[in-house]
């Protein structure tokens, strides 16, 4: 963890292959970090740009007013579109329930309980350390707590959904104990046993890098032009992407720190603070956390920054560009794209995309009326209860002169005859309220789509409990309803948020630092490194989670079909040859996952030798790192017992490695000698039975007759096609 991050690179480059790839890199940095605003046409450029911004954003107003009435209705809040006005004050969480059980339902589908969510497709080989790296990413950006279920609330509410790109860096100051061995330069003055080992404090600052995945609320998106069918077709037609930023004074100086904006205009932003918002944008996230009971505090400033991405002539060519507004005359930054893959961070796709219009529309849209009317019901209806609850006395006062003395009380005697006085019951209107409500809920249900498999409850119908076909019937509309869904969403955001992952890790990953984090596969991934032309060529990066999770029966029939694959003879099929390997890694992928994958089912191209100064580099980091049958074992030994005596082994590897290496050894010199008997004796011995405990060819693995199968396994009966619908009971 101390150790030199120059030590930390696997084969170095010759020195003028590193100083002609460093030149490179610095060329095309100061290139894309090169200040342009300072160009007076590229100013003009700029602030004609926040003239088309400005005018967007007022032109989406209404839009954004209308989802923060959407946003109402899922937090629960009345508000002045109620039509009833009583002394009940309730909202029935209809619409609430309903997206929360979308969110649920798709959420879970998207990510599939054996935790394989990533596919990478090669021409060449099978990049497990790369599938393992980016499950890793999606584990620290926090894909399935926070991101999914956030873009997919705001799908269904907003009507579109929206993440921005970025990459997060944090430093570590840590400290740990090490374990050393006196020498004569610590303590030249004091005789100290060599043999008798001590505890020193070391101390190091470690970098935590990963991609950051941030949802945006709609209101603070804005594509010209409106028209577009993605992001990159408004750049390429001249239009552009604008994202809302509100930054306090600590965020615009450390930006200024950070060399992001020019110190004195960012000066003149902070001067200039103003709590009111200079477009009237509504502010969605204040609006829920005021929602959760959290207020902001009285005379918090920020400030309003427009980030926008568009294509200027720059030097002749058409470059997309980085600016950052913060006002109509103040142009904070205007900077080449910073990105290597040269595209822009922002992801967008509607829930319901309109023929000629670039953003959706809301699910809520269509049923903000009929939850108004369900509060309307279930208010008057509780009104009436009150009055029903509480019976009515009727009594003739000429007759009973002390009705002042009738009070409702425990044990209370009122004195008038029992003829004169009368109860009277007020109409139960509250049941007819309460079916108003039933008949929106199942209304407001029906055009999100949620049915009943998808609530805690199942159906239940008047007269007794619904049949098994009704039941299929639901599971199966449940099916073709989320599969509609998240097949969308992975085409439109989770595969492009994976494509991104490759991006940054590719431009902002320091090899030292990731193989100190991820081990042996931060080894593997230096080996591995894709080059940005070649990330849509050779390499592509899908999510598979929506397709893991699509059929329970798929792994038995692939278990069942590669046992009849490898019994058709060589024959049958001349001019081809089988492989088995891709069937058995994707296997054994779906089955453990592409972590613990690549440890049973290992390629012997991995297992070529490292050098042993490599290893000792790993060893002084705490790292298990494996033996290869390639290995000099002696080399080894010798340099890696250099390295334990100078760096010392406060975890054990150095000896354990060392250890593997031994015996290696022996076992090399008993193969050797066993190979020299066996050529004595006159060839080998024999051979095993052919099948060797393996079951008969085109036949299925199975266990005894009247055994057990696996927790969870389908019945040999009950495989079907997970698009039919099952048949009822005496059908």
């Not at 408004?234 to 615009?252: D, E, F, N, P, Q």
């Not at 309460?434 to 049915?451: A, D, H, M, P, Y």
């Not at 397709?547 to 798929?554: D, F, H, I, L, V």
Request: hydrophobic share 35%; proline share 6%.
């Amino acid at each position: 963890m101390a150790s030199d991050p120059k030590k930390l690179r696997q084969e170095p480059a010759e020195p003028d292959e590193r100083e002609e790839a460093a030149r490179r890199r610095f060329d095309d940095m100061s290139e894309r970090d090169e200040e342009l605003c300072n160009d007076k046409e590229i100013d003009d450029a700029c602030l004609d740009v926040y003239k088309d911004v400005e005018k967007g954003f007022s032109d989406q107003w209404e839009r954004a007013n209308a989802q923060m009435d959407y946003w109402d209705i899922y937090n629960c809040e009345l508000g002045a579109k109620q039509f009833y006005s009583g002394n009940s004050k309730i909202f029935i969480p209809i619409v609430h329930d309903a997206v929360n059980a979308r969110v649920t339902r798709f959420v879970n589908q998207i990510f599939p309980p054996s935790g394989k969510n990533v596919e990478v497709i090669t021409s060449e080989n099978h990049p497990e350390a790369m599938m393992a790296l980016l499950e890793f990413y999606i584990r620290k950006a926090r894909l399935r707590s926070a991101v999914l279920p956030a873009l997919l609330k705001n799908g269904d509410i907003e009507g579109q959904r929206n993440v921005y790109m970025g990459w997060i860096k944090n430093k570590r100051h840590v400290t740990w104990r090490v374990e050393k061995k006196p020498t004569v330069e610590d303590d030249p003055d004091i005789e100290l046993d060599e043999d008798e080992p001590y505890w020193d404090i070391e101390e190091d600052t470690i970098e935590h890098a990963y991609p950051d995945v941030e949802v945006l609320p709609d209101a603070d998106v804005l594509v010209l032009p409106f028209t577009a069918r993605s992001v990159e077709e408004a750049i390429a037609m001249g239009g552009s992407a604008t994202v809302l930023r509100r930054w306090s004074k600590s965020r615009i100086k450390q930006l200024i720190r950070d060399g992001e904006i020019d110190k004195d205009k960012g000066e003149i932003l902070i001067e200039s603070f103003s709590k009111r918002d200079a477009a009237g944008t509504p502010d969605k996230q204040q609006a829920i956390v005021d929602s959760a009971g959290i207020k902001s505090e009285s005379g918090k400033l920020f400030a309003l920054v427009y980030e926008t991405w568009t294509m200027l002539n720059i030097d002749g060519e058409r470059r997309i560009c980085r600016m950052r507004f913060g006002g109509e005359k103040l142009v904070l930054t205007c900077k080449r794209n910073p990105y290597w893959c040269d595209q822009v961070p922002l992801l967008s796709s509607p829930t319901n995309r309109v023929e000629g219009s670039f953003k959706g529309r809301s699910e809520i849209k269509n049923i903000e009326t009929i939850q108004y009317a369900a509060n309307d019901a279930v208010n008057e209806a509780m009104d009436s209860a009150a009055y029903a609850l509480l019976p009515i006395v009727m009594t003739d006062p000429a007759k009973n002169p002390r009705v002042g003395s009738m009070i409702l009380s425990v044990a209370a005697v009122w004195e008038t005859n029992p003829k004169d006085t009368q109860f009277a019951q007020f109409p139960p209107l509250w049941k007819d309220g309460f079916e108003i409500v039933q008949s929106c809920k199942q209304q407001i249900f029906q055009t999100l789509g949620v049915n009943p498999a998808m609530m805690p409850q199942q159906t239940q119908q008047k007269g007794g409990k619904p049949t098994q076909a009704q039941v299929a019937q639901e599971q199966q509309v449940d099916v073709l309803t989320t599969a509609d869904v998240v097949t969308g969403l992975e085409g439109d955001m989770l595969t492009p948020i994976l494509r991104w992952f490759v991006y940054l890790d590719h431009q902002f990953r320091d090899k030292p630092l990731t193989l100190r984090q991820f081990g042996m596969v931060g080894k593997e991934m230096n080996m591995q490194e894709i080059e940005p032309v070649q990330m849509d060529r050779r390499w592509e990066v899908k999510w598979f989670g929506v397709e893991a999770a699509r059929s329970a029966q798929q792994m038995q029939l692939q278990m069942a079909g590669l046992n009849m694959v490898r019994g058709i003879p060589p024959q049958q099929y001349q001019g081809f040859e089988l492989n088995l390997a891709p069937v058995l890694q994707t296997f054994l992928e779906n089955l453990f996952g592409p972590r613990v994958a690549g440890e049973v089912f290992q390629d012997i191209r991995k297992r070529l030798s490292m050098q042993p100064e490599f290893e000792n580099t790993m060893l002084e980091a705490g790292f298990q790192v494996p033996v290869s049958p390639l290995d000099n074992d002696q080399e080894h030994l010798k340099s890696h017992m250099q390295a334990f005596q100078e760096h010392g082994d406060p975890t054990g590897a150095f000896r354990e490695h060392m250890m593997r290496h031994q015996m290696q050894m022996q076992q090399k010199m008993q193969a050797q000698m066993a190979q020299a008997a066996q050529q004595q004796m006159g060839g080998p011995q024999g051979q095993q039975g052919a099948q060797g405990g393996q079951p008969r060819v085109g036949a299925r693995s199975n266990g005894p007759r009247g055994g057990q199968n696996p927790p969870g396994v389908i019945h040999q009966d009950r495989l079907r096609d997970a698009s039919a619908m099952p048949r009822a009971r005496g059908m």
